[in-house]
């Protein structure tokens, strides 16, 4: 076993297995730029080297697995784009858009709302925790889950039961996302990785390069792309651009810091 770690990502070897550990847990492991570059740069050395053969992804601490992009972060012109310009073509998180062919399985060990679903959302399986709950608040915020929630929800789930999660804004359960589908399986809390580690061993144990061709094609990745999102995501630019620079996206954080009701305009 071998482990390396940064201040905001962590990684450790488990076998065939590499552990990523968002590592904020006193900002709820919210995205910030050093998560996004530490995430994006241990998924793509995970998935270049050829003794890995899955990925566990997991927040730290028992209360979060991750609450989204660090708004702390944002408001003090920080940001939570990568450093690297080459970097950011793999989108929020490092993550959300990098195709990779190894497989990916999220670990949730507590609340994953807004960017935290995006996640796992981007994932190939997940593994939750029984104290998880997941969400896409975004719109109770004058927002949009623009890191692919808004287009994966309803790809993930059935139709309709994806569009109330993302329409609603409301949060579920684990065990309502079992039921759904959003994960596979749920286990007691403080099972979650060891959990999701003895499933990626599952995995780890099949033949490796037929492993990464079923991944690539069951998720349509072509040369390290995935074609059939290409319009989605110029629509979520687009999108983002107009909403993220409405007044009812100002006034929807402004009203949560302040612990009032908003006052949306539509404009």
């Known amino acids: ?16 297995v590499a552990v990523i550990t968002i590592n904020r847990p006193e900002a709820r492991n919210a995205v910030n730029s050093a998560v996004t570059d530490g995430l994006g ?3 793509h050395e995970a998935d270049q080297d050829p003794e890995i053969r899955a990925i566990v992804v997991t927040g730290s601490g028992d209360k979060s697995f991750c609450a989204g992009a660090d708004l702390k972060a944002i408001a003090s012109g920080e940001g939570i784009h990568s450093a690297d310009k080459e970097h950011r073509k793999w989108g929020f998180a490092g993550m959300v858009n990098h195709p990779i062919s190894t497989p990916v399985i999220a670990a949730v060990n507590g609340t994953a709302l807004g960017g935290g679903t995006e996640i796992v959302l981007a994932s190939d399986l997940a593994v939750a925790a029984e104290r998880a709950t997941f969400g896409l608040p975004e719109v109770k915020r004058g927002l949009i889950a623009g890191a ?3 287009f994966r929800i309803v790809a993930a789930l059935p139709k309709k039961l994806g569009m109330e999660i993302l329409l609603t804004g409301r949060a579920i359960t684990a065990a309502q996302a079992a039921d759904l589908g959003l994960v596979n399986r749920v286990v007691p809390d403080d099972e979650v990785v060891d959990a999701a580690v003895a499933l990626a061993e599952e995995i780890a144990a099949n033949a490796p390069l037929a492993v990464q061709a079923s991944k690539r ?10 074609p059939a999102e290409t ?3 110029a629509a979520n630019t687009k999108e983002i651009v107009a909403v993220f620079s409405s007044k009812d996206a100002q006034e929807g954080p402004r009203a949560f810091a302040e612990k009032r009701a908003p006052v949306w305009r539509a404009e």
């Open 41 to 43: 740069i241990a998924l």
């Open 148 to 150: 692919g929630g808004a």
């Open 1 to 16: 076993m071998t482990s390396e770690s940064t201040s905001a990502v962590l990684v450790e070897n488990r076998g065939n």
């Open 231 to 233: 319009a989605q995501w």
């Open 217 to 226: 094609l069951a998720a349509g990745i072509f040369d390290g792309e995935v």
